[in-house]
């Protein structure tokens, strides 16, 4: 994905996690998933985030972030194996927003685990998350490549990205 915007990239992970979040549209913390899905596609539209308002979803001292979240559920093991690699996908979609929207900023001091994000980590653990969720489909993830590749190439990195436009086409 090094040939497309930069936005593009993290378009791409939204739309993998987004396709993913029907499996937890029963558990009590999706409308929290949802929203922060919805703030990344934001930050990608608009720009109307920071990379701080970004790593305050995962992370803040009121202990309702992602993060906190997340090992309570996992801690206390409510949820399946599906629920539970769905959310670390969500995780995963919304730090790598984040040391976006922190690099878009010049932002050199980030939180640690924003500066622990990186392309390699997203292709590795990503990737091998998001491709164990049942109903992943191998050929949707290239056909979104394909579709990003040919209308936000890095020759064409000043086209918008839309939410809408991206889900339409694929």
């Not at 924003?114 to 990737?127: A, H």
Request: with cysteine; proline share 3%.
């Amino acid at each position: 994905m090094e040939d497309v915007h930069v936005d593009a990239r993290v378009a791409y992970l939204l739309t993998l996690t987004d396709k993913a979040l029907n499996k937890i549209e029963d558990y009590e913390w999706y409308p929290l998933v949802r929203e922060a899905i919805d703030i990344c596609w934001e930050w990608i539209e608009e720009k109307k985030y920071s990379g701080e308002d970004l790593y305050e979803i995962l992370d803040n001292e009121d202990e309702d972030g992602l993060i906190y979240i997340e090992g309570v559920a996992y801690g206390e093991n409510p949820y399946g194996p599906q629920a539970r690699l769905v959310w670390s996908c969500v995780v995963d979609a919304v730090c790598y927003t984040a040391w976006k929207a922190y690099q878009h900023e010049n932002e050199t001091s980030m939180p640690q685990p924003i500066g622990m994000v990186s392309d390699k980590y997203i292709d590795d653990e990503f990737m091998g998350k998001i491709k164990k969720i049942e109903g992943y489909q191998e050929s949707l993830a290239e056909h979104l490549k394909q579709v990003l590749l040919e209308h936000y190439s890095l020759a064409s990195s000043d086209k918008k990205i839309k939410r809408s436009e991206i889900l339409s086409r694929i």
